[in-house]
């Protein structure tokens, strides 16, 4: 079955170090790739994507994500996490043709502390 | 562009009652999704549109549930009869035909029965 896997429903970092949010998919077909980021008590927003082209995939706030097919992942990473980095992580995938439909993962909470 | 609009941003019910939730989503967008999103259940797909037709709505937990989209611009989420177990953030998404586009999210709805 396809499907989105992030692994880690918690992470905690200490400012200005590294953020690595793991995310994996399953796919039968070329995958579409997103990062959405929710902060407390708003909506998701794009934090970036892959489509085609170019692997490494530069985003908003810093962020960045890497499309390994060989490893089938799309990990986000910010080499120096902010306070403001706090919230909550989706990864994403249009996985198979047809509809629009995206795979949400279930999500990664990013704690920054001082 | 106003971006996904949801009304109202917090609504506060008695168990019983209707509810009804709005969304106008992007102009041009030709796909809607309602989401639900709670802390035990996460971010949960209830339906889809395409084109104004529902897609998929295997995601709607009862017959309490229903879903509208009469035109491009406008789509409702009815509940009737409204349960605490239904409070929740509810989510409308929209997205352009072409499937690297992603989704954009209104700023949801804060649903809390009492």
């Known amino acids: 079955a396809q499907s989105v896997t992030q692994l880690g429903s918690h992470v905690s970092v200490s400012e200005g170090a590294l953020v690595l949010l793991r995310c994996n998919y399953s796919?039968?077909?070329?995958?579409?790739l997103f990062w959405y980021v929710q902060y407390p008590n708003q909506g998701l927003q794009l934090l970036l994507k892959?489509?085609?082209?170019?692997?490494l995939v530069k985003g908003i706030n810093g962020f960045e994500a890497e499309f390994k097919k060989s490893e089938t992942s799309f990990h986000l990473t910010k080499p120096s996490a902010h306070m403001s980095d706090a919230a909550e992580y989706f990864c994403?995938?249009?996985?198979?043709?047809?509809?629009?439909?995206?795979?949400f993962g279930a999500g990664t909470r990013l704690a920054v502390h001082p | 562009d106003a971006g996904v609009i949801q009304s109202p941003r917090h609504e506060v019910t008695e168990m019983g009652q209707e509810v009804t939730l709005r969304c106008k989503p992007i102009?041009?967008?030709?796909?809607l999704f309602w989401y639900r999103q709670t802390m035990m259940r996460g971010l949960e797909l209830l339906i889809y549109f395409n084109n104004n037709v529902p897609i998929d709505d295997s995601g709607m937990p009862e017959d309490r549930f229903s879903a509208k989209m009469p035109n491009a611009s406008f789509s409702t989420l009815k509940i009737q009869p409204s349960e605490p177990r239904d409070s929740a953030v509810y989510f409308c998404?929209?997205?352009?035909?072409?499937?690297?586009?992603?989704?954009?999210f209104g700023s949801g709805t804060r649903l809390t029965v009492v």
């Open positions: 994403a995938g249009h996985l198979s043709g047809g509809y629009n439909k995206l795979i």
């Open positions: 796919s039968s077909v070329p995958p579409y």
């Open positions: 892959y489509t085609t082209g170019a692997t």
């Open positions: 102009s041009g967008h030709n796909s």
């Open positions: 998404a929209s997205s352009s035909r072409e499937p690297n586009y992603g989704y954009t």
